[in-house]
């Protein structure tokens, strides 16, 4: 991505520092935004007034990433710099975030009661100089006006900032300090506040109504605490037997991680993201909902117990516009599913890159097919298929603008079908496209699914279409990619591809059974194998240490890893799986339960720190949280199985 890259050409240019080696960020949200807190200073650093990175396309950039959302902070501490010894963690696995320093103890959380942005947070000082200091703000941008709103017997202050578009109401929650505060320092005069992003300063005395009513006089901590009871109300108990603690307080914070990735904003005319799950959480830079990470977290949150929210994805999909963006590039086919990701408004994005080329993801529309499967397998919901979406009924989009696209995306080879070159899982730029094992799979998988959805829906003629398509898509699997009794990542002979780790997931969902070419991956997944102990995805072959990719490949990929626990389990390894699932709690235990993206396997500039440390984008949700949970749950299944 475009942002990825500018952050490889700079730290490889020794223009811009690294950043840190381990997780040094926890995240709060609630479906309406974000914030971040740098547990090593005890402050605030991000309160985003969106629950994405990128608003909607930039018309005046068509290569670029898009609108960024605001952020409204820079920094927000307590008692002006006297603490020290900071810590921070979370509450009882929720997503309220405790802060500890040598001055005093704070909370901060995005409460999931409010439909809107909300960002609550509260300071006990531990001294009176720690309460003299009170809290210090730096704001993002320049306050360009501030007025003060007196409403339910108190001063509320609202502000507007220039360059950005929302405007900022803040709420005092108690605590209050004497004397007047500096200027831009109004949150100095309390020691409990409410953040409150407006997207028009007419929905101010609604919005402060609503979260008045929400608040029901309580003071912060109190509402913290009733926050932490809401959410054990809405966990489902889960239904399998955790290894330890470790795992099931990981379980739980991955559980939370689903949620507030998830967005809650209504869809209105010029937005449509209702539902739509970014890939990480800030600061990660892949805070952007993408088709294939997503796939995993919906399908998480429905295996779970979590229907309501696995329906809100699967909507989300569906409803999703514009996109079809790409016709050109998909043999004139009109299509629903986004090719790669999306804008925060639900429009496609294709994922413009450094070298002015789109990518082509043929995979995500299998997936989105696999989703709504494994939806319907799940729960007894067959109104869903009835639903008006933006292209028609639910079932007939699906149909028409994923299944019957996929269908004219397909190629002949020798006497069956194969998915056409595209970019993939491991997403290489279009003009690198290849034809990919996992496309095909993921094509079997999906269309084998979509035929039980046709007979739910009693459409009779539309299994008969797929039964003959699968079939030859299973020959053309099985003559483009098992060559010489191995199974191979692309048709095309590289030594990138040879051994994927995305091979691992075609095993896992059942495209290939064959248990010498089973055994065959496991073993050439030596090739993959790191110095930090676990997998990368390919072997890379980019030389130029400036290049992203140089370095990106290189590292572990913790989706690989589960891959590879999961295969072994297949095979009766259990010790071995046990042993790489086993690593991976522990590690998150030892940093707030997150589960990154990537650990470091060769220290650099870009991805630096000690060997196995955290790094690339985090907390990661589909590929982190998701594939977490999917793993536990899959073991509890090939367990009562045996």
Known sequence: MNIARSLATLVCAGLLAPLPAAASHLVTGNGFGFAVVSPETGTVTK????????????????????????????????????GKDASAEYEDDSQVIHIRRSDGEGLCFMPFGPRQTVLVL???????????????????????????????????????????????????????????????????????????????????EQTAREFNRWRAGLAPRALAKREIAEMERWRVKPTVEFAGD??????????????????????????????????????????????????????????????????????????????????????????????????????????????????????????????????????????????????????????????????KNLEKYGQGLIVAADTSIWEEHQKDKKHFAFSTAMAIVGLKDFAEVAHLAGDEATPSEIRNHVAQLEEGFDAAFIRDGKLHGTLEEGVKNDIDGAQLAVINFGVVTDPAIVRDTVERMELLKVASGGYRRVRGTYTDPAIFEYWYEQEEFLFVD??????????????????????????????????????????????????????????????GAGEFILHVLEREALESSH
């Not at 991805?607 to 984008?617: E, I, Q, R, S, Y």
């Open 47 to 82: 309160f985003y007034a969106h629950p994405y990175s990128f608003v909607r396309p930039d018309s005046g950039k068509p290569l670029g990433e898009g609108v960024e959302t605001a952020n409204f902070i820079r920094e927000i501490g307590w008692t002006d710099g006297v």
């Open 122 to 204: 509260n300071w006990e000082p531990g001294s009176a100089e720690a309460r003299r200091g009170g809290v210090h703000v730096e704001w993002s941008r320049p306050i360009s006006s501030q007025r003060a709103v007196r409403m339910f017997g108190m001063e509320m202050h609202l502000l507007k900032f220039d360059g950005i578009e929302e405007s900022l109401l803040l709420i005092p929650l108690g605590g209050k300090r004497a004397g007047p505060a500096q200027p831009q320092q109004v949150l100095a005069t309390s020691l409990g506040w409410a953040l409150i992003s407006l997207e028009s300063d007419r929905e101010l």
């Open 246 to 407: 470790e795992e099931r307080h990981l379980w739980r914070q991955s559980e939370v991680m689903l949620r507030m990735a998830q967005s809650r904003e209504p869809d209105r005319p010029g937005r449509h993201g209702n539902g739509l799950i970014v890939a990480c959480l800030p600061d990660g830079v892949y805070f952007t909902p993408w088709v294939r990470d997503m796939a995993y977290a919906v399908v998480a949150l429905a295996r779970m117990g979590h229907q309501s929210e696995a329906r809100a994805g699967l909507l989300a999909y569906f409803n999703a516009q514009p996109t079809g963006k790409m016709r050109a590039e998909t043999a004139g086919a009109d299509y629903q599913i986004s090719v790669v990701r999306y804008f925060g408004d639900g429009s496609e994005e294709p994922f413009f890159t450094d070298e002015g080329a789109t990518n082509i993801e043929f995979d995500n529309w299998a997936l989105a097919l696999w989703v709504l499967g494994e939806y319907l397998r799940k729960y007894d919901d067959p109104a869903l298929l009835k639903i008006p979406t933006y292209r028609g009924p639910l079932y007939e989009s699906a149909r028409d603008y994923v299944v019957k696209p996929l269908f």
């Open 562 to 623: 589960f891959n590879l626990a999961e295969v072994f389990r297949r095979l009766g390894r259990n010790t071995e799986a046990a042993a790489i699932l086993k690593r991976i709690v522990l590690k998150a235990a030892a940093d707030h339960n997150i589960i990154p993206e990537m650990y470091v396997a060769v220290p650099c500039r870009l991805f630096p720190g000690k060997l196995g440390d955290p790094t690339g984008a985090l907390p990661m949700v589909g590929y």
